[in-house]
């Protein structure tokens, strides 16, 4: 149990609907990675949050956009949804600012499983 | 650019036999090196991470990997594996001029045969 939940657990979509996935980081967290995990794949970095701005992205296209709220929740944003986009989608939250991870731990939530029609 | 390769897709031990499972990275210099597991239902659980000093690291459930430099490697070993380990292994890199960028292999899923 890592503390960090994700909502919804699935969901189903059709192409060019627009999504918005939730993430609860453990109390105190101040940053909030996202991930998006292809069947048979590894996860692949999104973007991360610190303290509500943007701190790093992926190599994703500008329709998946993330928001991060001063009460430890963020969201994960994706517009004009492509049947590619089906994934799981993972959250992770760490203490610090990202980036020292020999001190630092990322703690995953059990993802949000979407599926575009 | 950084890159993870898992060269085993699956890996299938009886139960009580040992596992080694396999993880390269490409990047010039030491990175931070983890491994975690994923359970069907459930996040990835960090087992464990090496970022300097002794080249074998102790983890969690009885899990070791060993960092060997000359060889781009970051092998997890368990020395007598319980049917409760099967699950997808996944060996993952951060660097330091990447921040807080994590990349991933593609996984190595385990089966535990009685």
């Known amino acids: 149990e890592t503390g960090v939940t994700q909502s919804p657990t699935h969901l189903i979509k059709t192409r060019g609907q627009q999504v918005t996935l939730r993430c609860s980081s453990q109390?105190?967290?101040?940053?909030v990675s996202w991930y998006q995990q292809a069947l048979g794949q590894g996860p692949q970095f999104i973007f991360q949050?610190?303290?509500?701005?943007?701190?790093g992205r992926g190599n994703f296209p500008p329709r998946f956009s993330g928001l991060q709220f001063p009460n430890y929740s963020s969201e994960l944003n994706v517009n004009a949804l492509e049947l590619d986009d089906s994934a799981l989608y993972l959250c992770?939250?760490?203490?610090?600012?990202?980036?020292?991870?020999?001190?630092?731990?990322?703690?995953f939530g059990p993802g949000t499983r979407l599926l575009v029609l | 650019a950084q890159s993870v390769t898992q060269p085993d897709i699956h890996i299938t031990v009886s139960e009580g036999a040992s596992l080694e499972l396999r993880c390269n990275y490409s990047?010039?210099?030491?990175?931070?090196l983890f491994w975690y597991v994923q359970s069907p239902g459930q996040g990835l659980q960090l087992l464990l991470k090496y970022f300097s000093g002794d080249t074998l690291v102790q983890g969690i459930k009885g899990f070791e990997a060993e960092f060997k430099r000359s060889q781009s490697s970051f092998n997890l070993r368990k020395p007598s594996v319980h049917w409760s380990d099967a699950a997808e292994y996944f060996c993952?890199?951060?660097?330091?001029?990447?921040?807080?960028?994590?990349?991933f292999g593609t996984g190595t899923s385990l089966t535990v045969i009685p």
């Open positions: 993952a890199v951060a660097t330091p001029n990447t921040g807080n960028q994590f990349y």
């Open positions: 990047y010039g210099a030491t990175p931070y």
């Open positions: 949050y610190y303290r509500e701005e943007e701190n």
């Open positions: 109390s105190g967290h101040n940053t």
């Open positions: 992770a939250s760490s203490l610090g600012g990202g980036t020292q991870w020999d001190q630092e731990t990322q703690y």
